[in-house]
């Protein structure tokens, strides 16, 4: 440990977009001064499920160190060169709102509901390819983990999104800061790039992973 808060990504496999995308977080925790953990193929994980997963191992990890905040993102994220210091947002827990909240909100309340684990009025349902907490946040979200994860997978088939079903379970136990969505920015959404710099800081390229490799990458120009 050398600095007070640290970025967890996760790089497990054969990915030609990580090695882009991971040499640019190394430089913003450079310049952000944090400490970047990369769970790769040798992290020791407590599950057999998808690497997912491994975003709740890293919650542990991070509640049982000495890190005061930590950032986690998925690695099919460019981070641009304006990026300011995330670390500097006066948040809790914070996240973005799916780009598909809207359609899957509803859905989401009602299996709640239906599975007597809330009344169901959350107003957003979060995407958890950037989240940003502190650490009585993260013991918390800890502390709400379903005993058994798999017993979540039939709902995952609702919404395809593997982990996000089970991050947001655990949200609806906070008080959640929504941040401004330059921090989780879709790169196919057309309205990013009408500006120069672009809408964003973090891109996030979700189905369109092998574009960040592409020289033809509207967003290369104006990376970290």
């Excluded at 359609?103 to 007597?116: A, G």
Aim: charge should be negative; include cysteine.
């Amino acid at each position: 440990m050398k600095n007070k808060n640290v970025i967890y990504v996760i790089n497990k496999g054969f990915s030609i977009y990580s090695n882009v995308t991971l040499p640019i977080v190394i430089k913003y925790a450079s310049m952000v001064k944090a400490d970047v953990l990369v769970a790769d193929d040798d992290f020791k994980s407590s599950h057999t499920l998808s690497p997912h997963y491994d975003k709740f191992d890293i919650w542990k990890q991070f509640v049982e160190s000495d890190y005061d905040k930590m950032l986690f993102m998925d690695l099919d994220i460019r981070i641009l060169s304006h990026t300011p210091n995330i670390f500097e947002q006066d948040v809790k827990i914070g996240l973005v709102p799916d780009h598909k909240s809207y359609l899957k909100i509803n859905s989401f309340n009602n299996w709640m509901v239906d599975n007597n684990h809330s009344d169901g009025n959350s107003l957003h349902y979060f995407n958890g390819g950037v989240m940003l907490a502190d650490k009585d946040s993260m013991k918390k979200m800890v502390k709400s983990l379903p005993s058994e994860t798999a017993g979540f997978l039939p709902f995952h088939n609702l919404f395809n999104d593997v982990d996000q079903p089970i991050i947001n379970y655990c949200l609806t136990k906070l008080d959640v800061d929504v941040l401004d969505n330059k921090w989780n920015r879709v790169a196919r959404d057309p309205e990013v790039l009408k500006s120069n710099p672009p809408d964003g800081y973090f891109i996030h390229y979700l189905a369109n992973k092998s574009r960040i490799a592409s020289m033809d990458d509207p967003y290369r120009e104006f990376s970290l």
